[in-house]
């Protein structure tokens, strides 16, 4: 673990302890180890001692806003769905976010899915994280059994090899177009800040868009053709929370089941939209793909024509509507009216 990890975790650890036996939470969301390497899981810390799982480092690629809605829930005194809401202050949670995880809690507080009251979080500014597909690459398909994580790099041991990779060349491909890598809201700053300045944000989704409308077409039915249908992205993203999601509704059948090409596309093209302006291009859609499809592409055009078209970005500002929940009269609409050609 390298050293701002590890004063990280340390700083983690003895903030979740001491809130958790102040009182002042009844639970701690944040990371612990997972079973293999390179990957972590979510993790809720009930008593003081259990802070010690908490872990920190750069495969803590979940979004933990995720979680939160429910952990909420689970602490409320049980009611039936016609009891008036609990009286007094609910327990309140604590929980690790980055930028792109603090923006979806911002999200979710515009949406009305979490209250900032019942809410301490940890701050924590992202140095970008590591893709572990992209180690799994350099590793050139052998099984990667261990990964140390230095100041700027990673070593990769396996049965008979070892390899030295500069970190930042596996870093997530959201990450490495990432404006808002400080936290935009947080009650502790935990490590240091970044000052990561970049440039050309949109440049992938702008290669895509200079494509001719055929080739563009071919990318995105090549790019989904291995969808599976699992939902992984969907059960990850902090955004997806509907009760009945339109992929399992069956009266009425929004889309069809299966993988036919039609049906995987109409999933993926809806899905977008309904992230259209609310997406903080997080990543943990992409992050959970067993098929490596760039799923978070679809989500990055439509974050791309939201700052074009409205100078909106998703979950800056607690206070502001989401773009596509208000309207101005001087809104463009271009892409509303199209005048007949004659
Ligand atoms: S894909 Fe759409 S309907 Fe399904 S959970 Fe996400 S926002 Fe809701
Ligand atoms: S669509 Fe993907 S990138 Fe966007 S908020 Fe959801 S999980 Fe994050
Ligand atoms: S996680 Fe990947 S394979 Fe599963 S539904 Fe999403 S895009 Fe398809």
Redesign the pocket.
Known sequence: MSDTNAKITEEIRAKARELLSSGEIAAFLGFTSGSLPMTTRPFVAKRPGDADKLIWNSFCVMNLANYLPALLESLEPPRGPKDPPPAGPLPKVGVVATGCCSRNIVVQMQERQVDRSRLVILGVSSRGMVDRKKVMAAAEGREPLKVEEGGHTLKVSGRDYELEIDRWSAVRDNCLTCAHNNPVISDYLIGPVSNRDVKDRFAQIEAIEAMPANARWKWFTDE?A???????????CPLCYCPTCFVDDSRPQWVGKSTEPAD?AL??ILRAFHCAGRCTDCGA??S??????K?RLFTRKLSKDAFNLFGAEAGLDPQAQPPLATYRPDDPEEFLIVEEKK
Not at 226 to 236: D, G, K, L
Not at 288 to 293: E, T
């Open positions: 989904i291995s969808c599976i249908r699992c939902y992984a992205c969907r059960n990850a995987t999933f993926h859609c992409e959970a793909c067993p098929m490596g499809i799923m």
